[in-house]
């Protein structure tokens, strides 16, 4: 079965620039998550939706992050502007549920943002 | 939300078991133990997930204190391709339904 698909693999920006991200999950996924990683650190999810509806986005820097995903299959994460604290690796996962029934995650190889 | 506890990094040898340990002492009764591992350069993947008893897949055995406080990832014969940073999560059922991940533990595999 095809993985969680990401694109674009690198993407180097200068400051106050906009940048996008694509994410196609698991065919059949209803779930879909974005994470930032920063360097040395652990994931932190920014946005969770369910089908097209957003479950979680408290986390979602609002004034310059936005996130979408139409008709509830692939999804697109926004920056605009960007800071050079954005620097980081953006991973979009996708489960066939929710965390709450213990699903587990299948995670893209990420986009690796470098802010300059 | 639980708090973790893993070591930074550990040092395995080809071909011998690990024990990657975990603390979780606050941890709720409903509360899974989730364990994620990062390789270099990727996504994160599963690995296995257990609330009480001892479970195995074939990955890896999750071995989970009586007392829940703490949980240990056994990898029986460790190899280079287990080389990665393992992430220790317990998953909170209540409100707050999400995965909090912490810094994991960097797990090096020697020749």
């Known amino acids: 079965e095809a993985g969680v698909a990401q694109s674009p693999r690198y993407k180097i920006i200068e400051k106050r620039q906009s940048v996008a991200f694509w994410c196609n999950p698991i065919s059949g996924h209803a779930t879909l998550y974005w994470y930032q990683q920063i360097l040395g650190q652990g994931p932190k999810l920014l946005i969770q939706?369910?089908?097209?509806?957003?479950?979680?986005d408290s986390q979602l820097p609002k004034d310059r992050f936005s996130a979408e995903r139409l008709k509830g299959v692939d999804s697109t994460l926004k920056i605009q502007p960007a800071k050079l604290e954005d620097s980081a690796v953006y991973l979009c996962a996708s489960s066939t549920g929710t965390v709450a029934t213990n699903e587990k995650l299948f995670f893209g190889s990420g986009t690796q943002l470098s802010v300059l | 939300d639980a708090k973790t506890t893993q070591p930074n990094s550990m040092e395995s040898n080809e071909e011998e078991p690990v024990h990657l340990p975990c603390n979780h002492s606050?941890?709720?009764?409903?509360?899974?133990i989730h364990w994620y591992r990062q390789l270099p350069s990727q996504g994160p993947e599963y690995v296995i997930h257990g609330l009480t008893s001892n479970v195995n897949n074939r990955m890896a055995s999750l071995a989970i204190a009586e007392d829940r406080k703490s949980s240990t990832l056994i990898l029986h014969r460790a190899t280079l391709r287990d080389a990665a940073v393992y992430y220790c999560?317990?998953?909170?059922?209540?409100?707050?339904?999400?995965?909090?991940w912490g810094l994991g533990t960097s797990l090096a595999v020697n020749p």
């Open positions: 999560i317990p998953y909170n059922a209540g409100n707050n339904r999400k995965l909090i």
């Open positions: 606050t941890i709720s009764g409903t509360d899974y």
């Open positions: 939706f369910q089908n097209n509806g957003v479950v979680d």
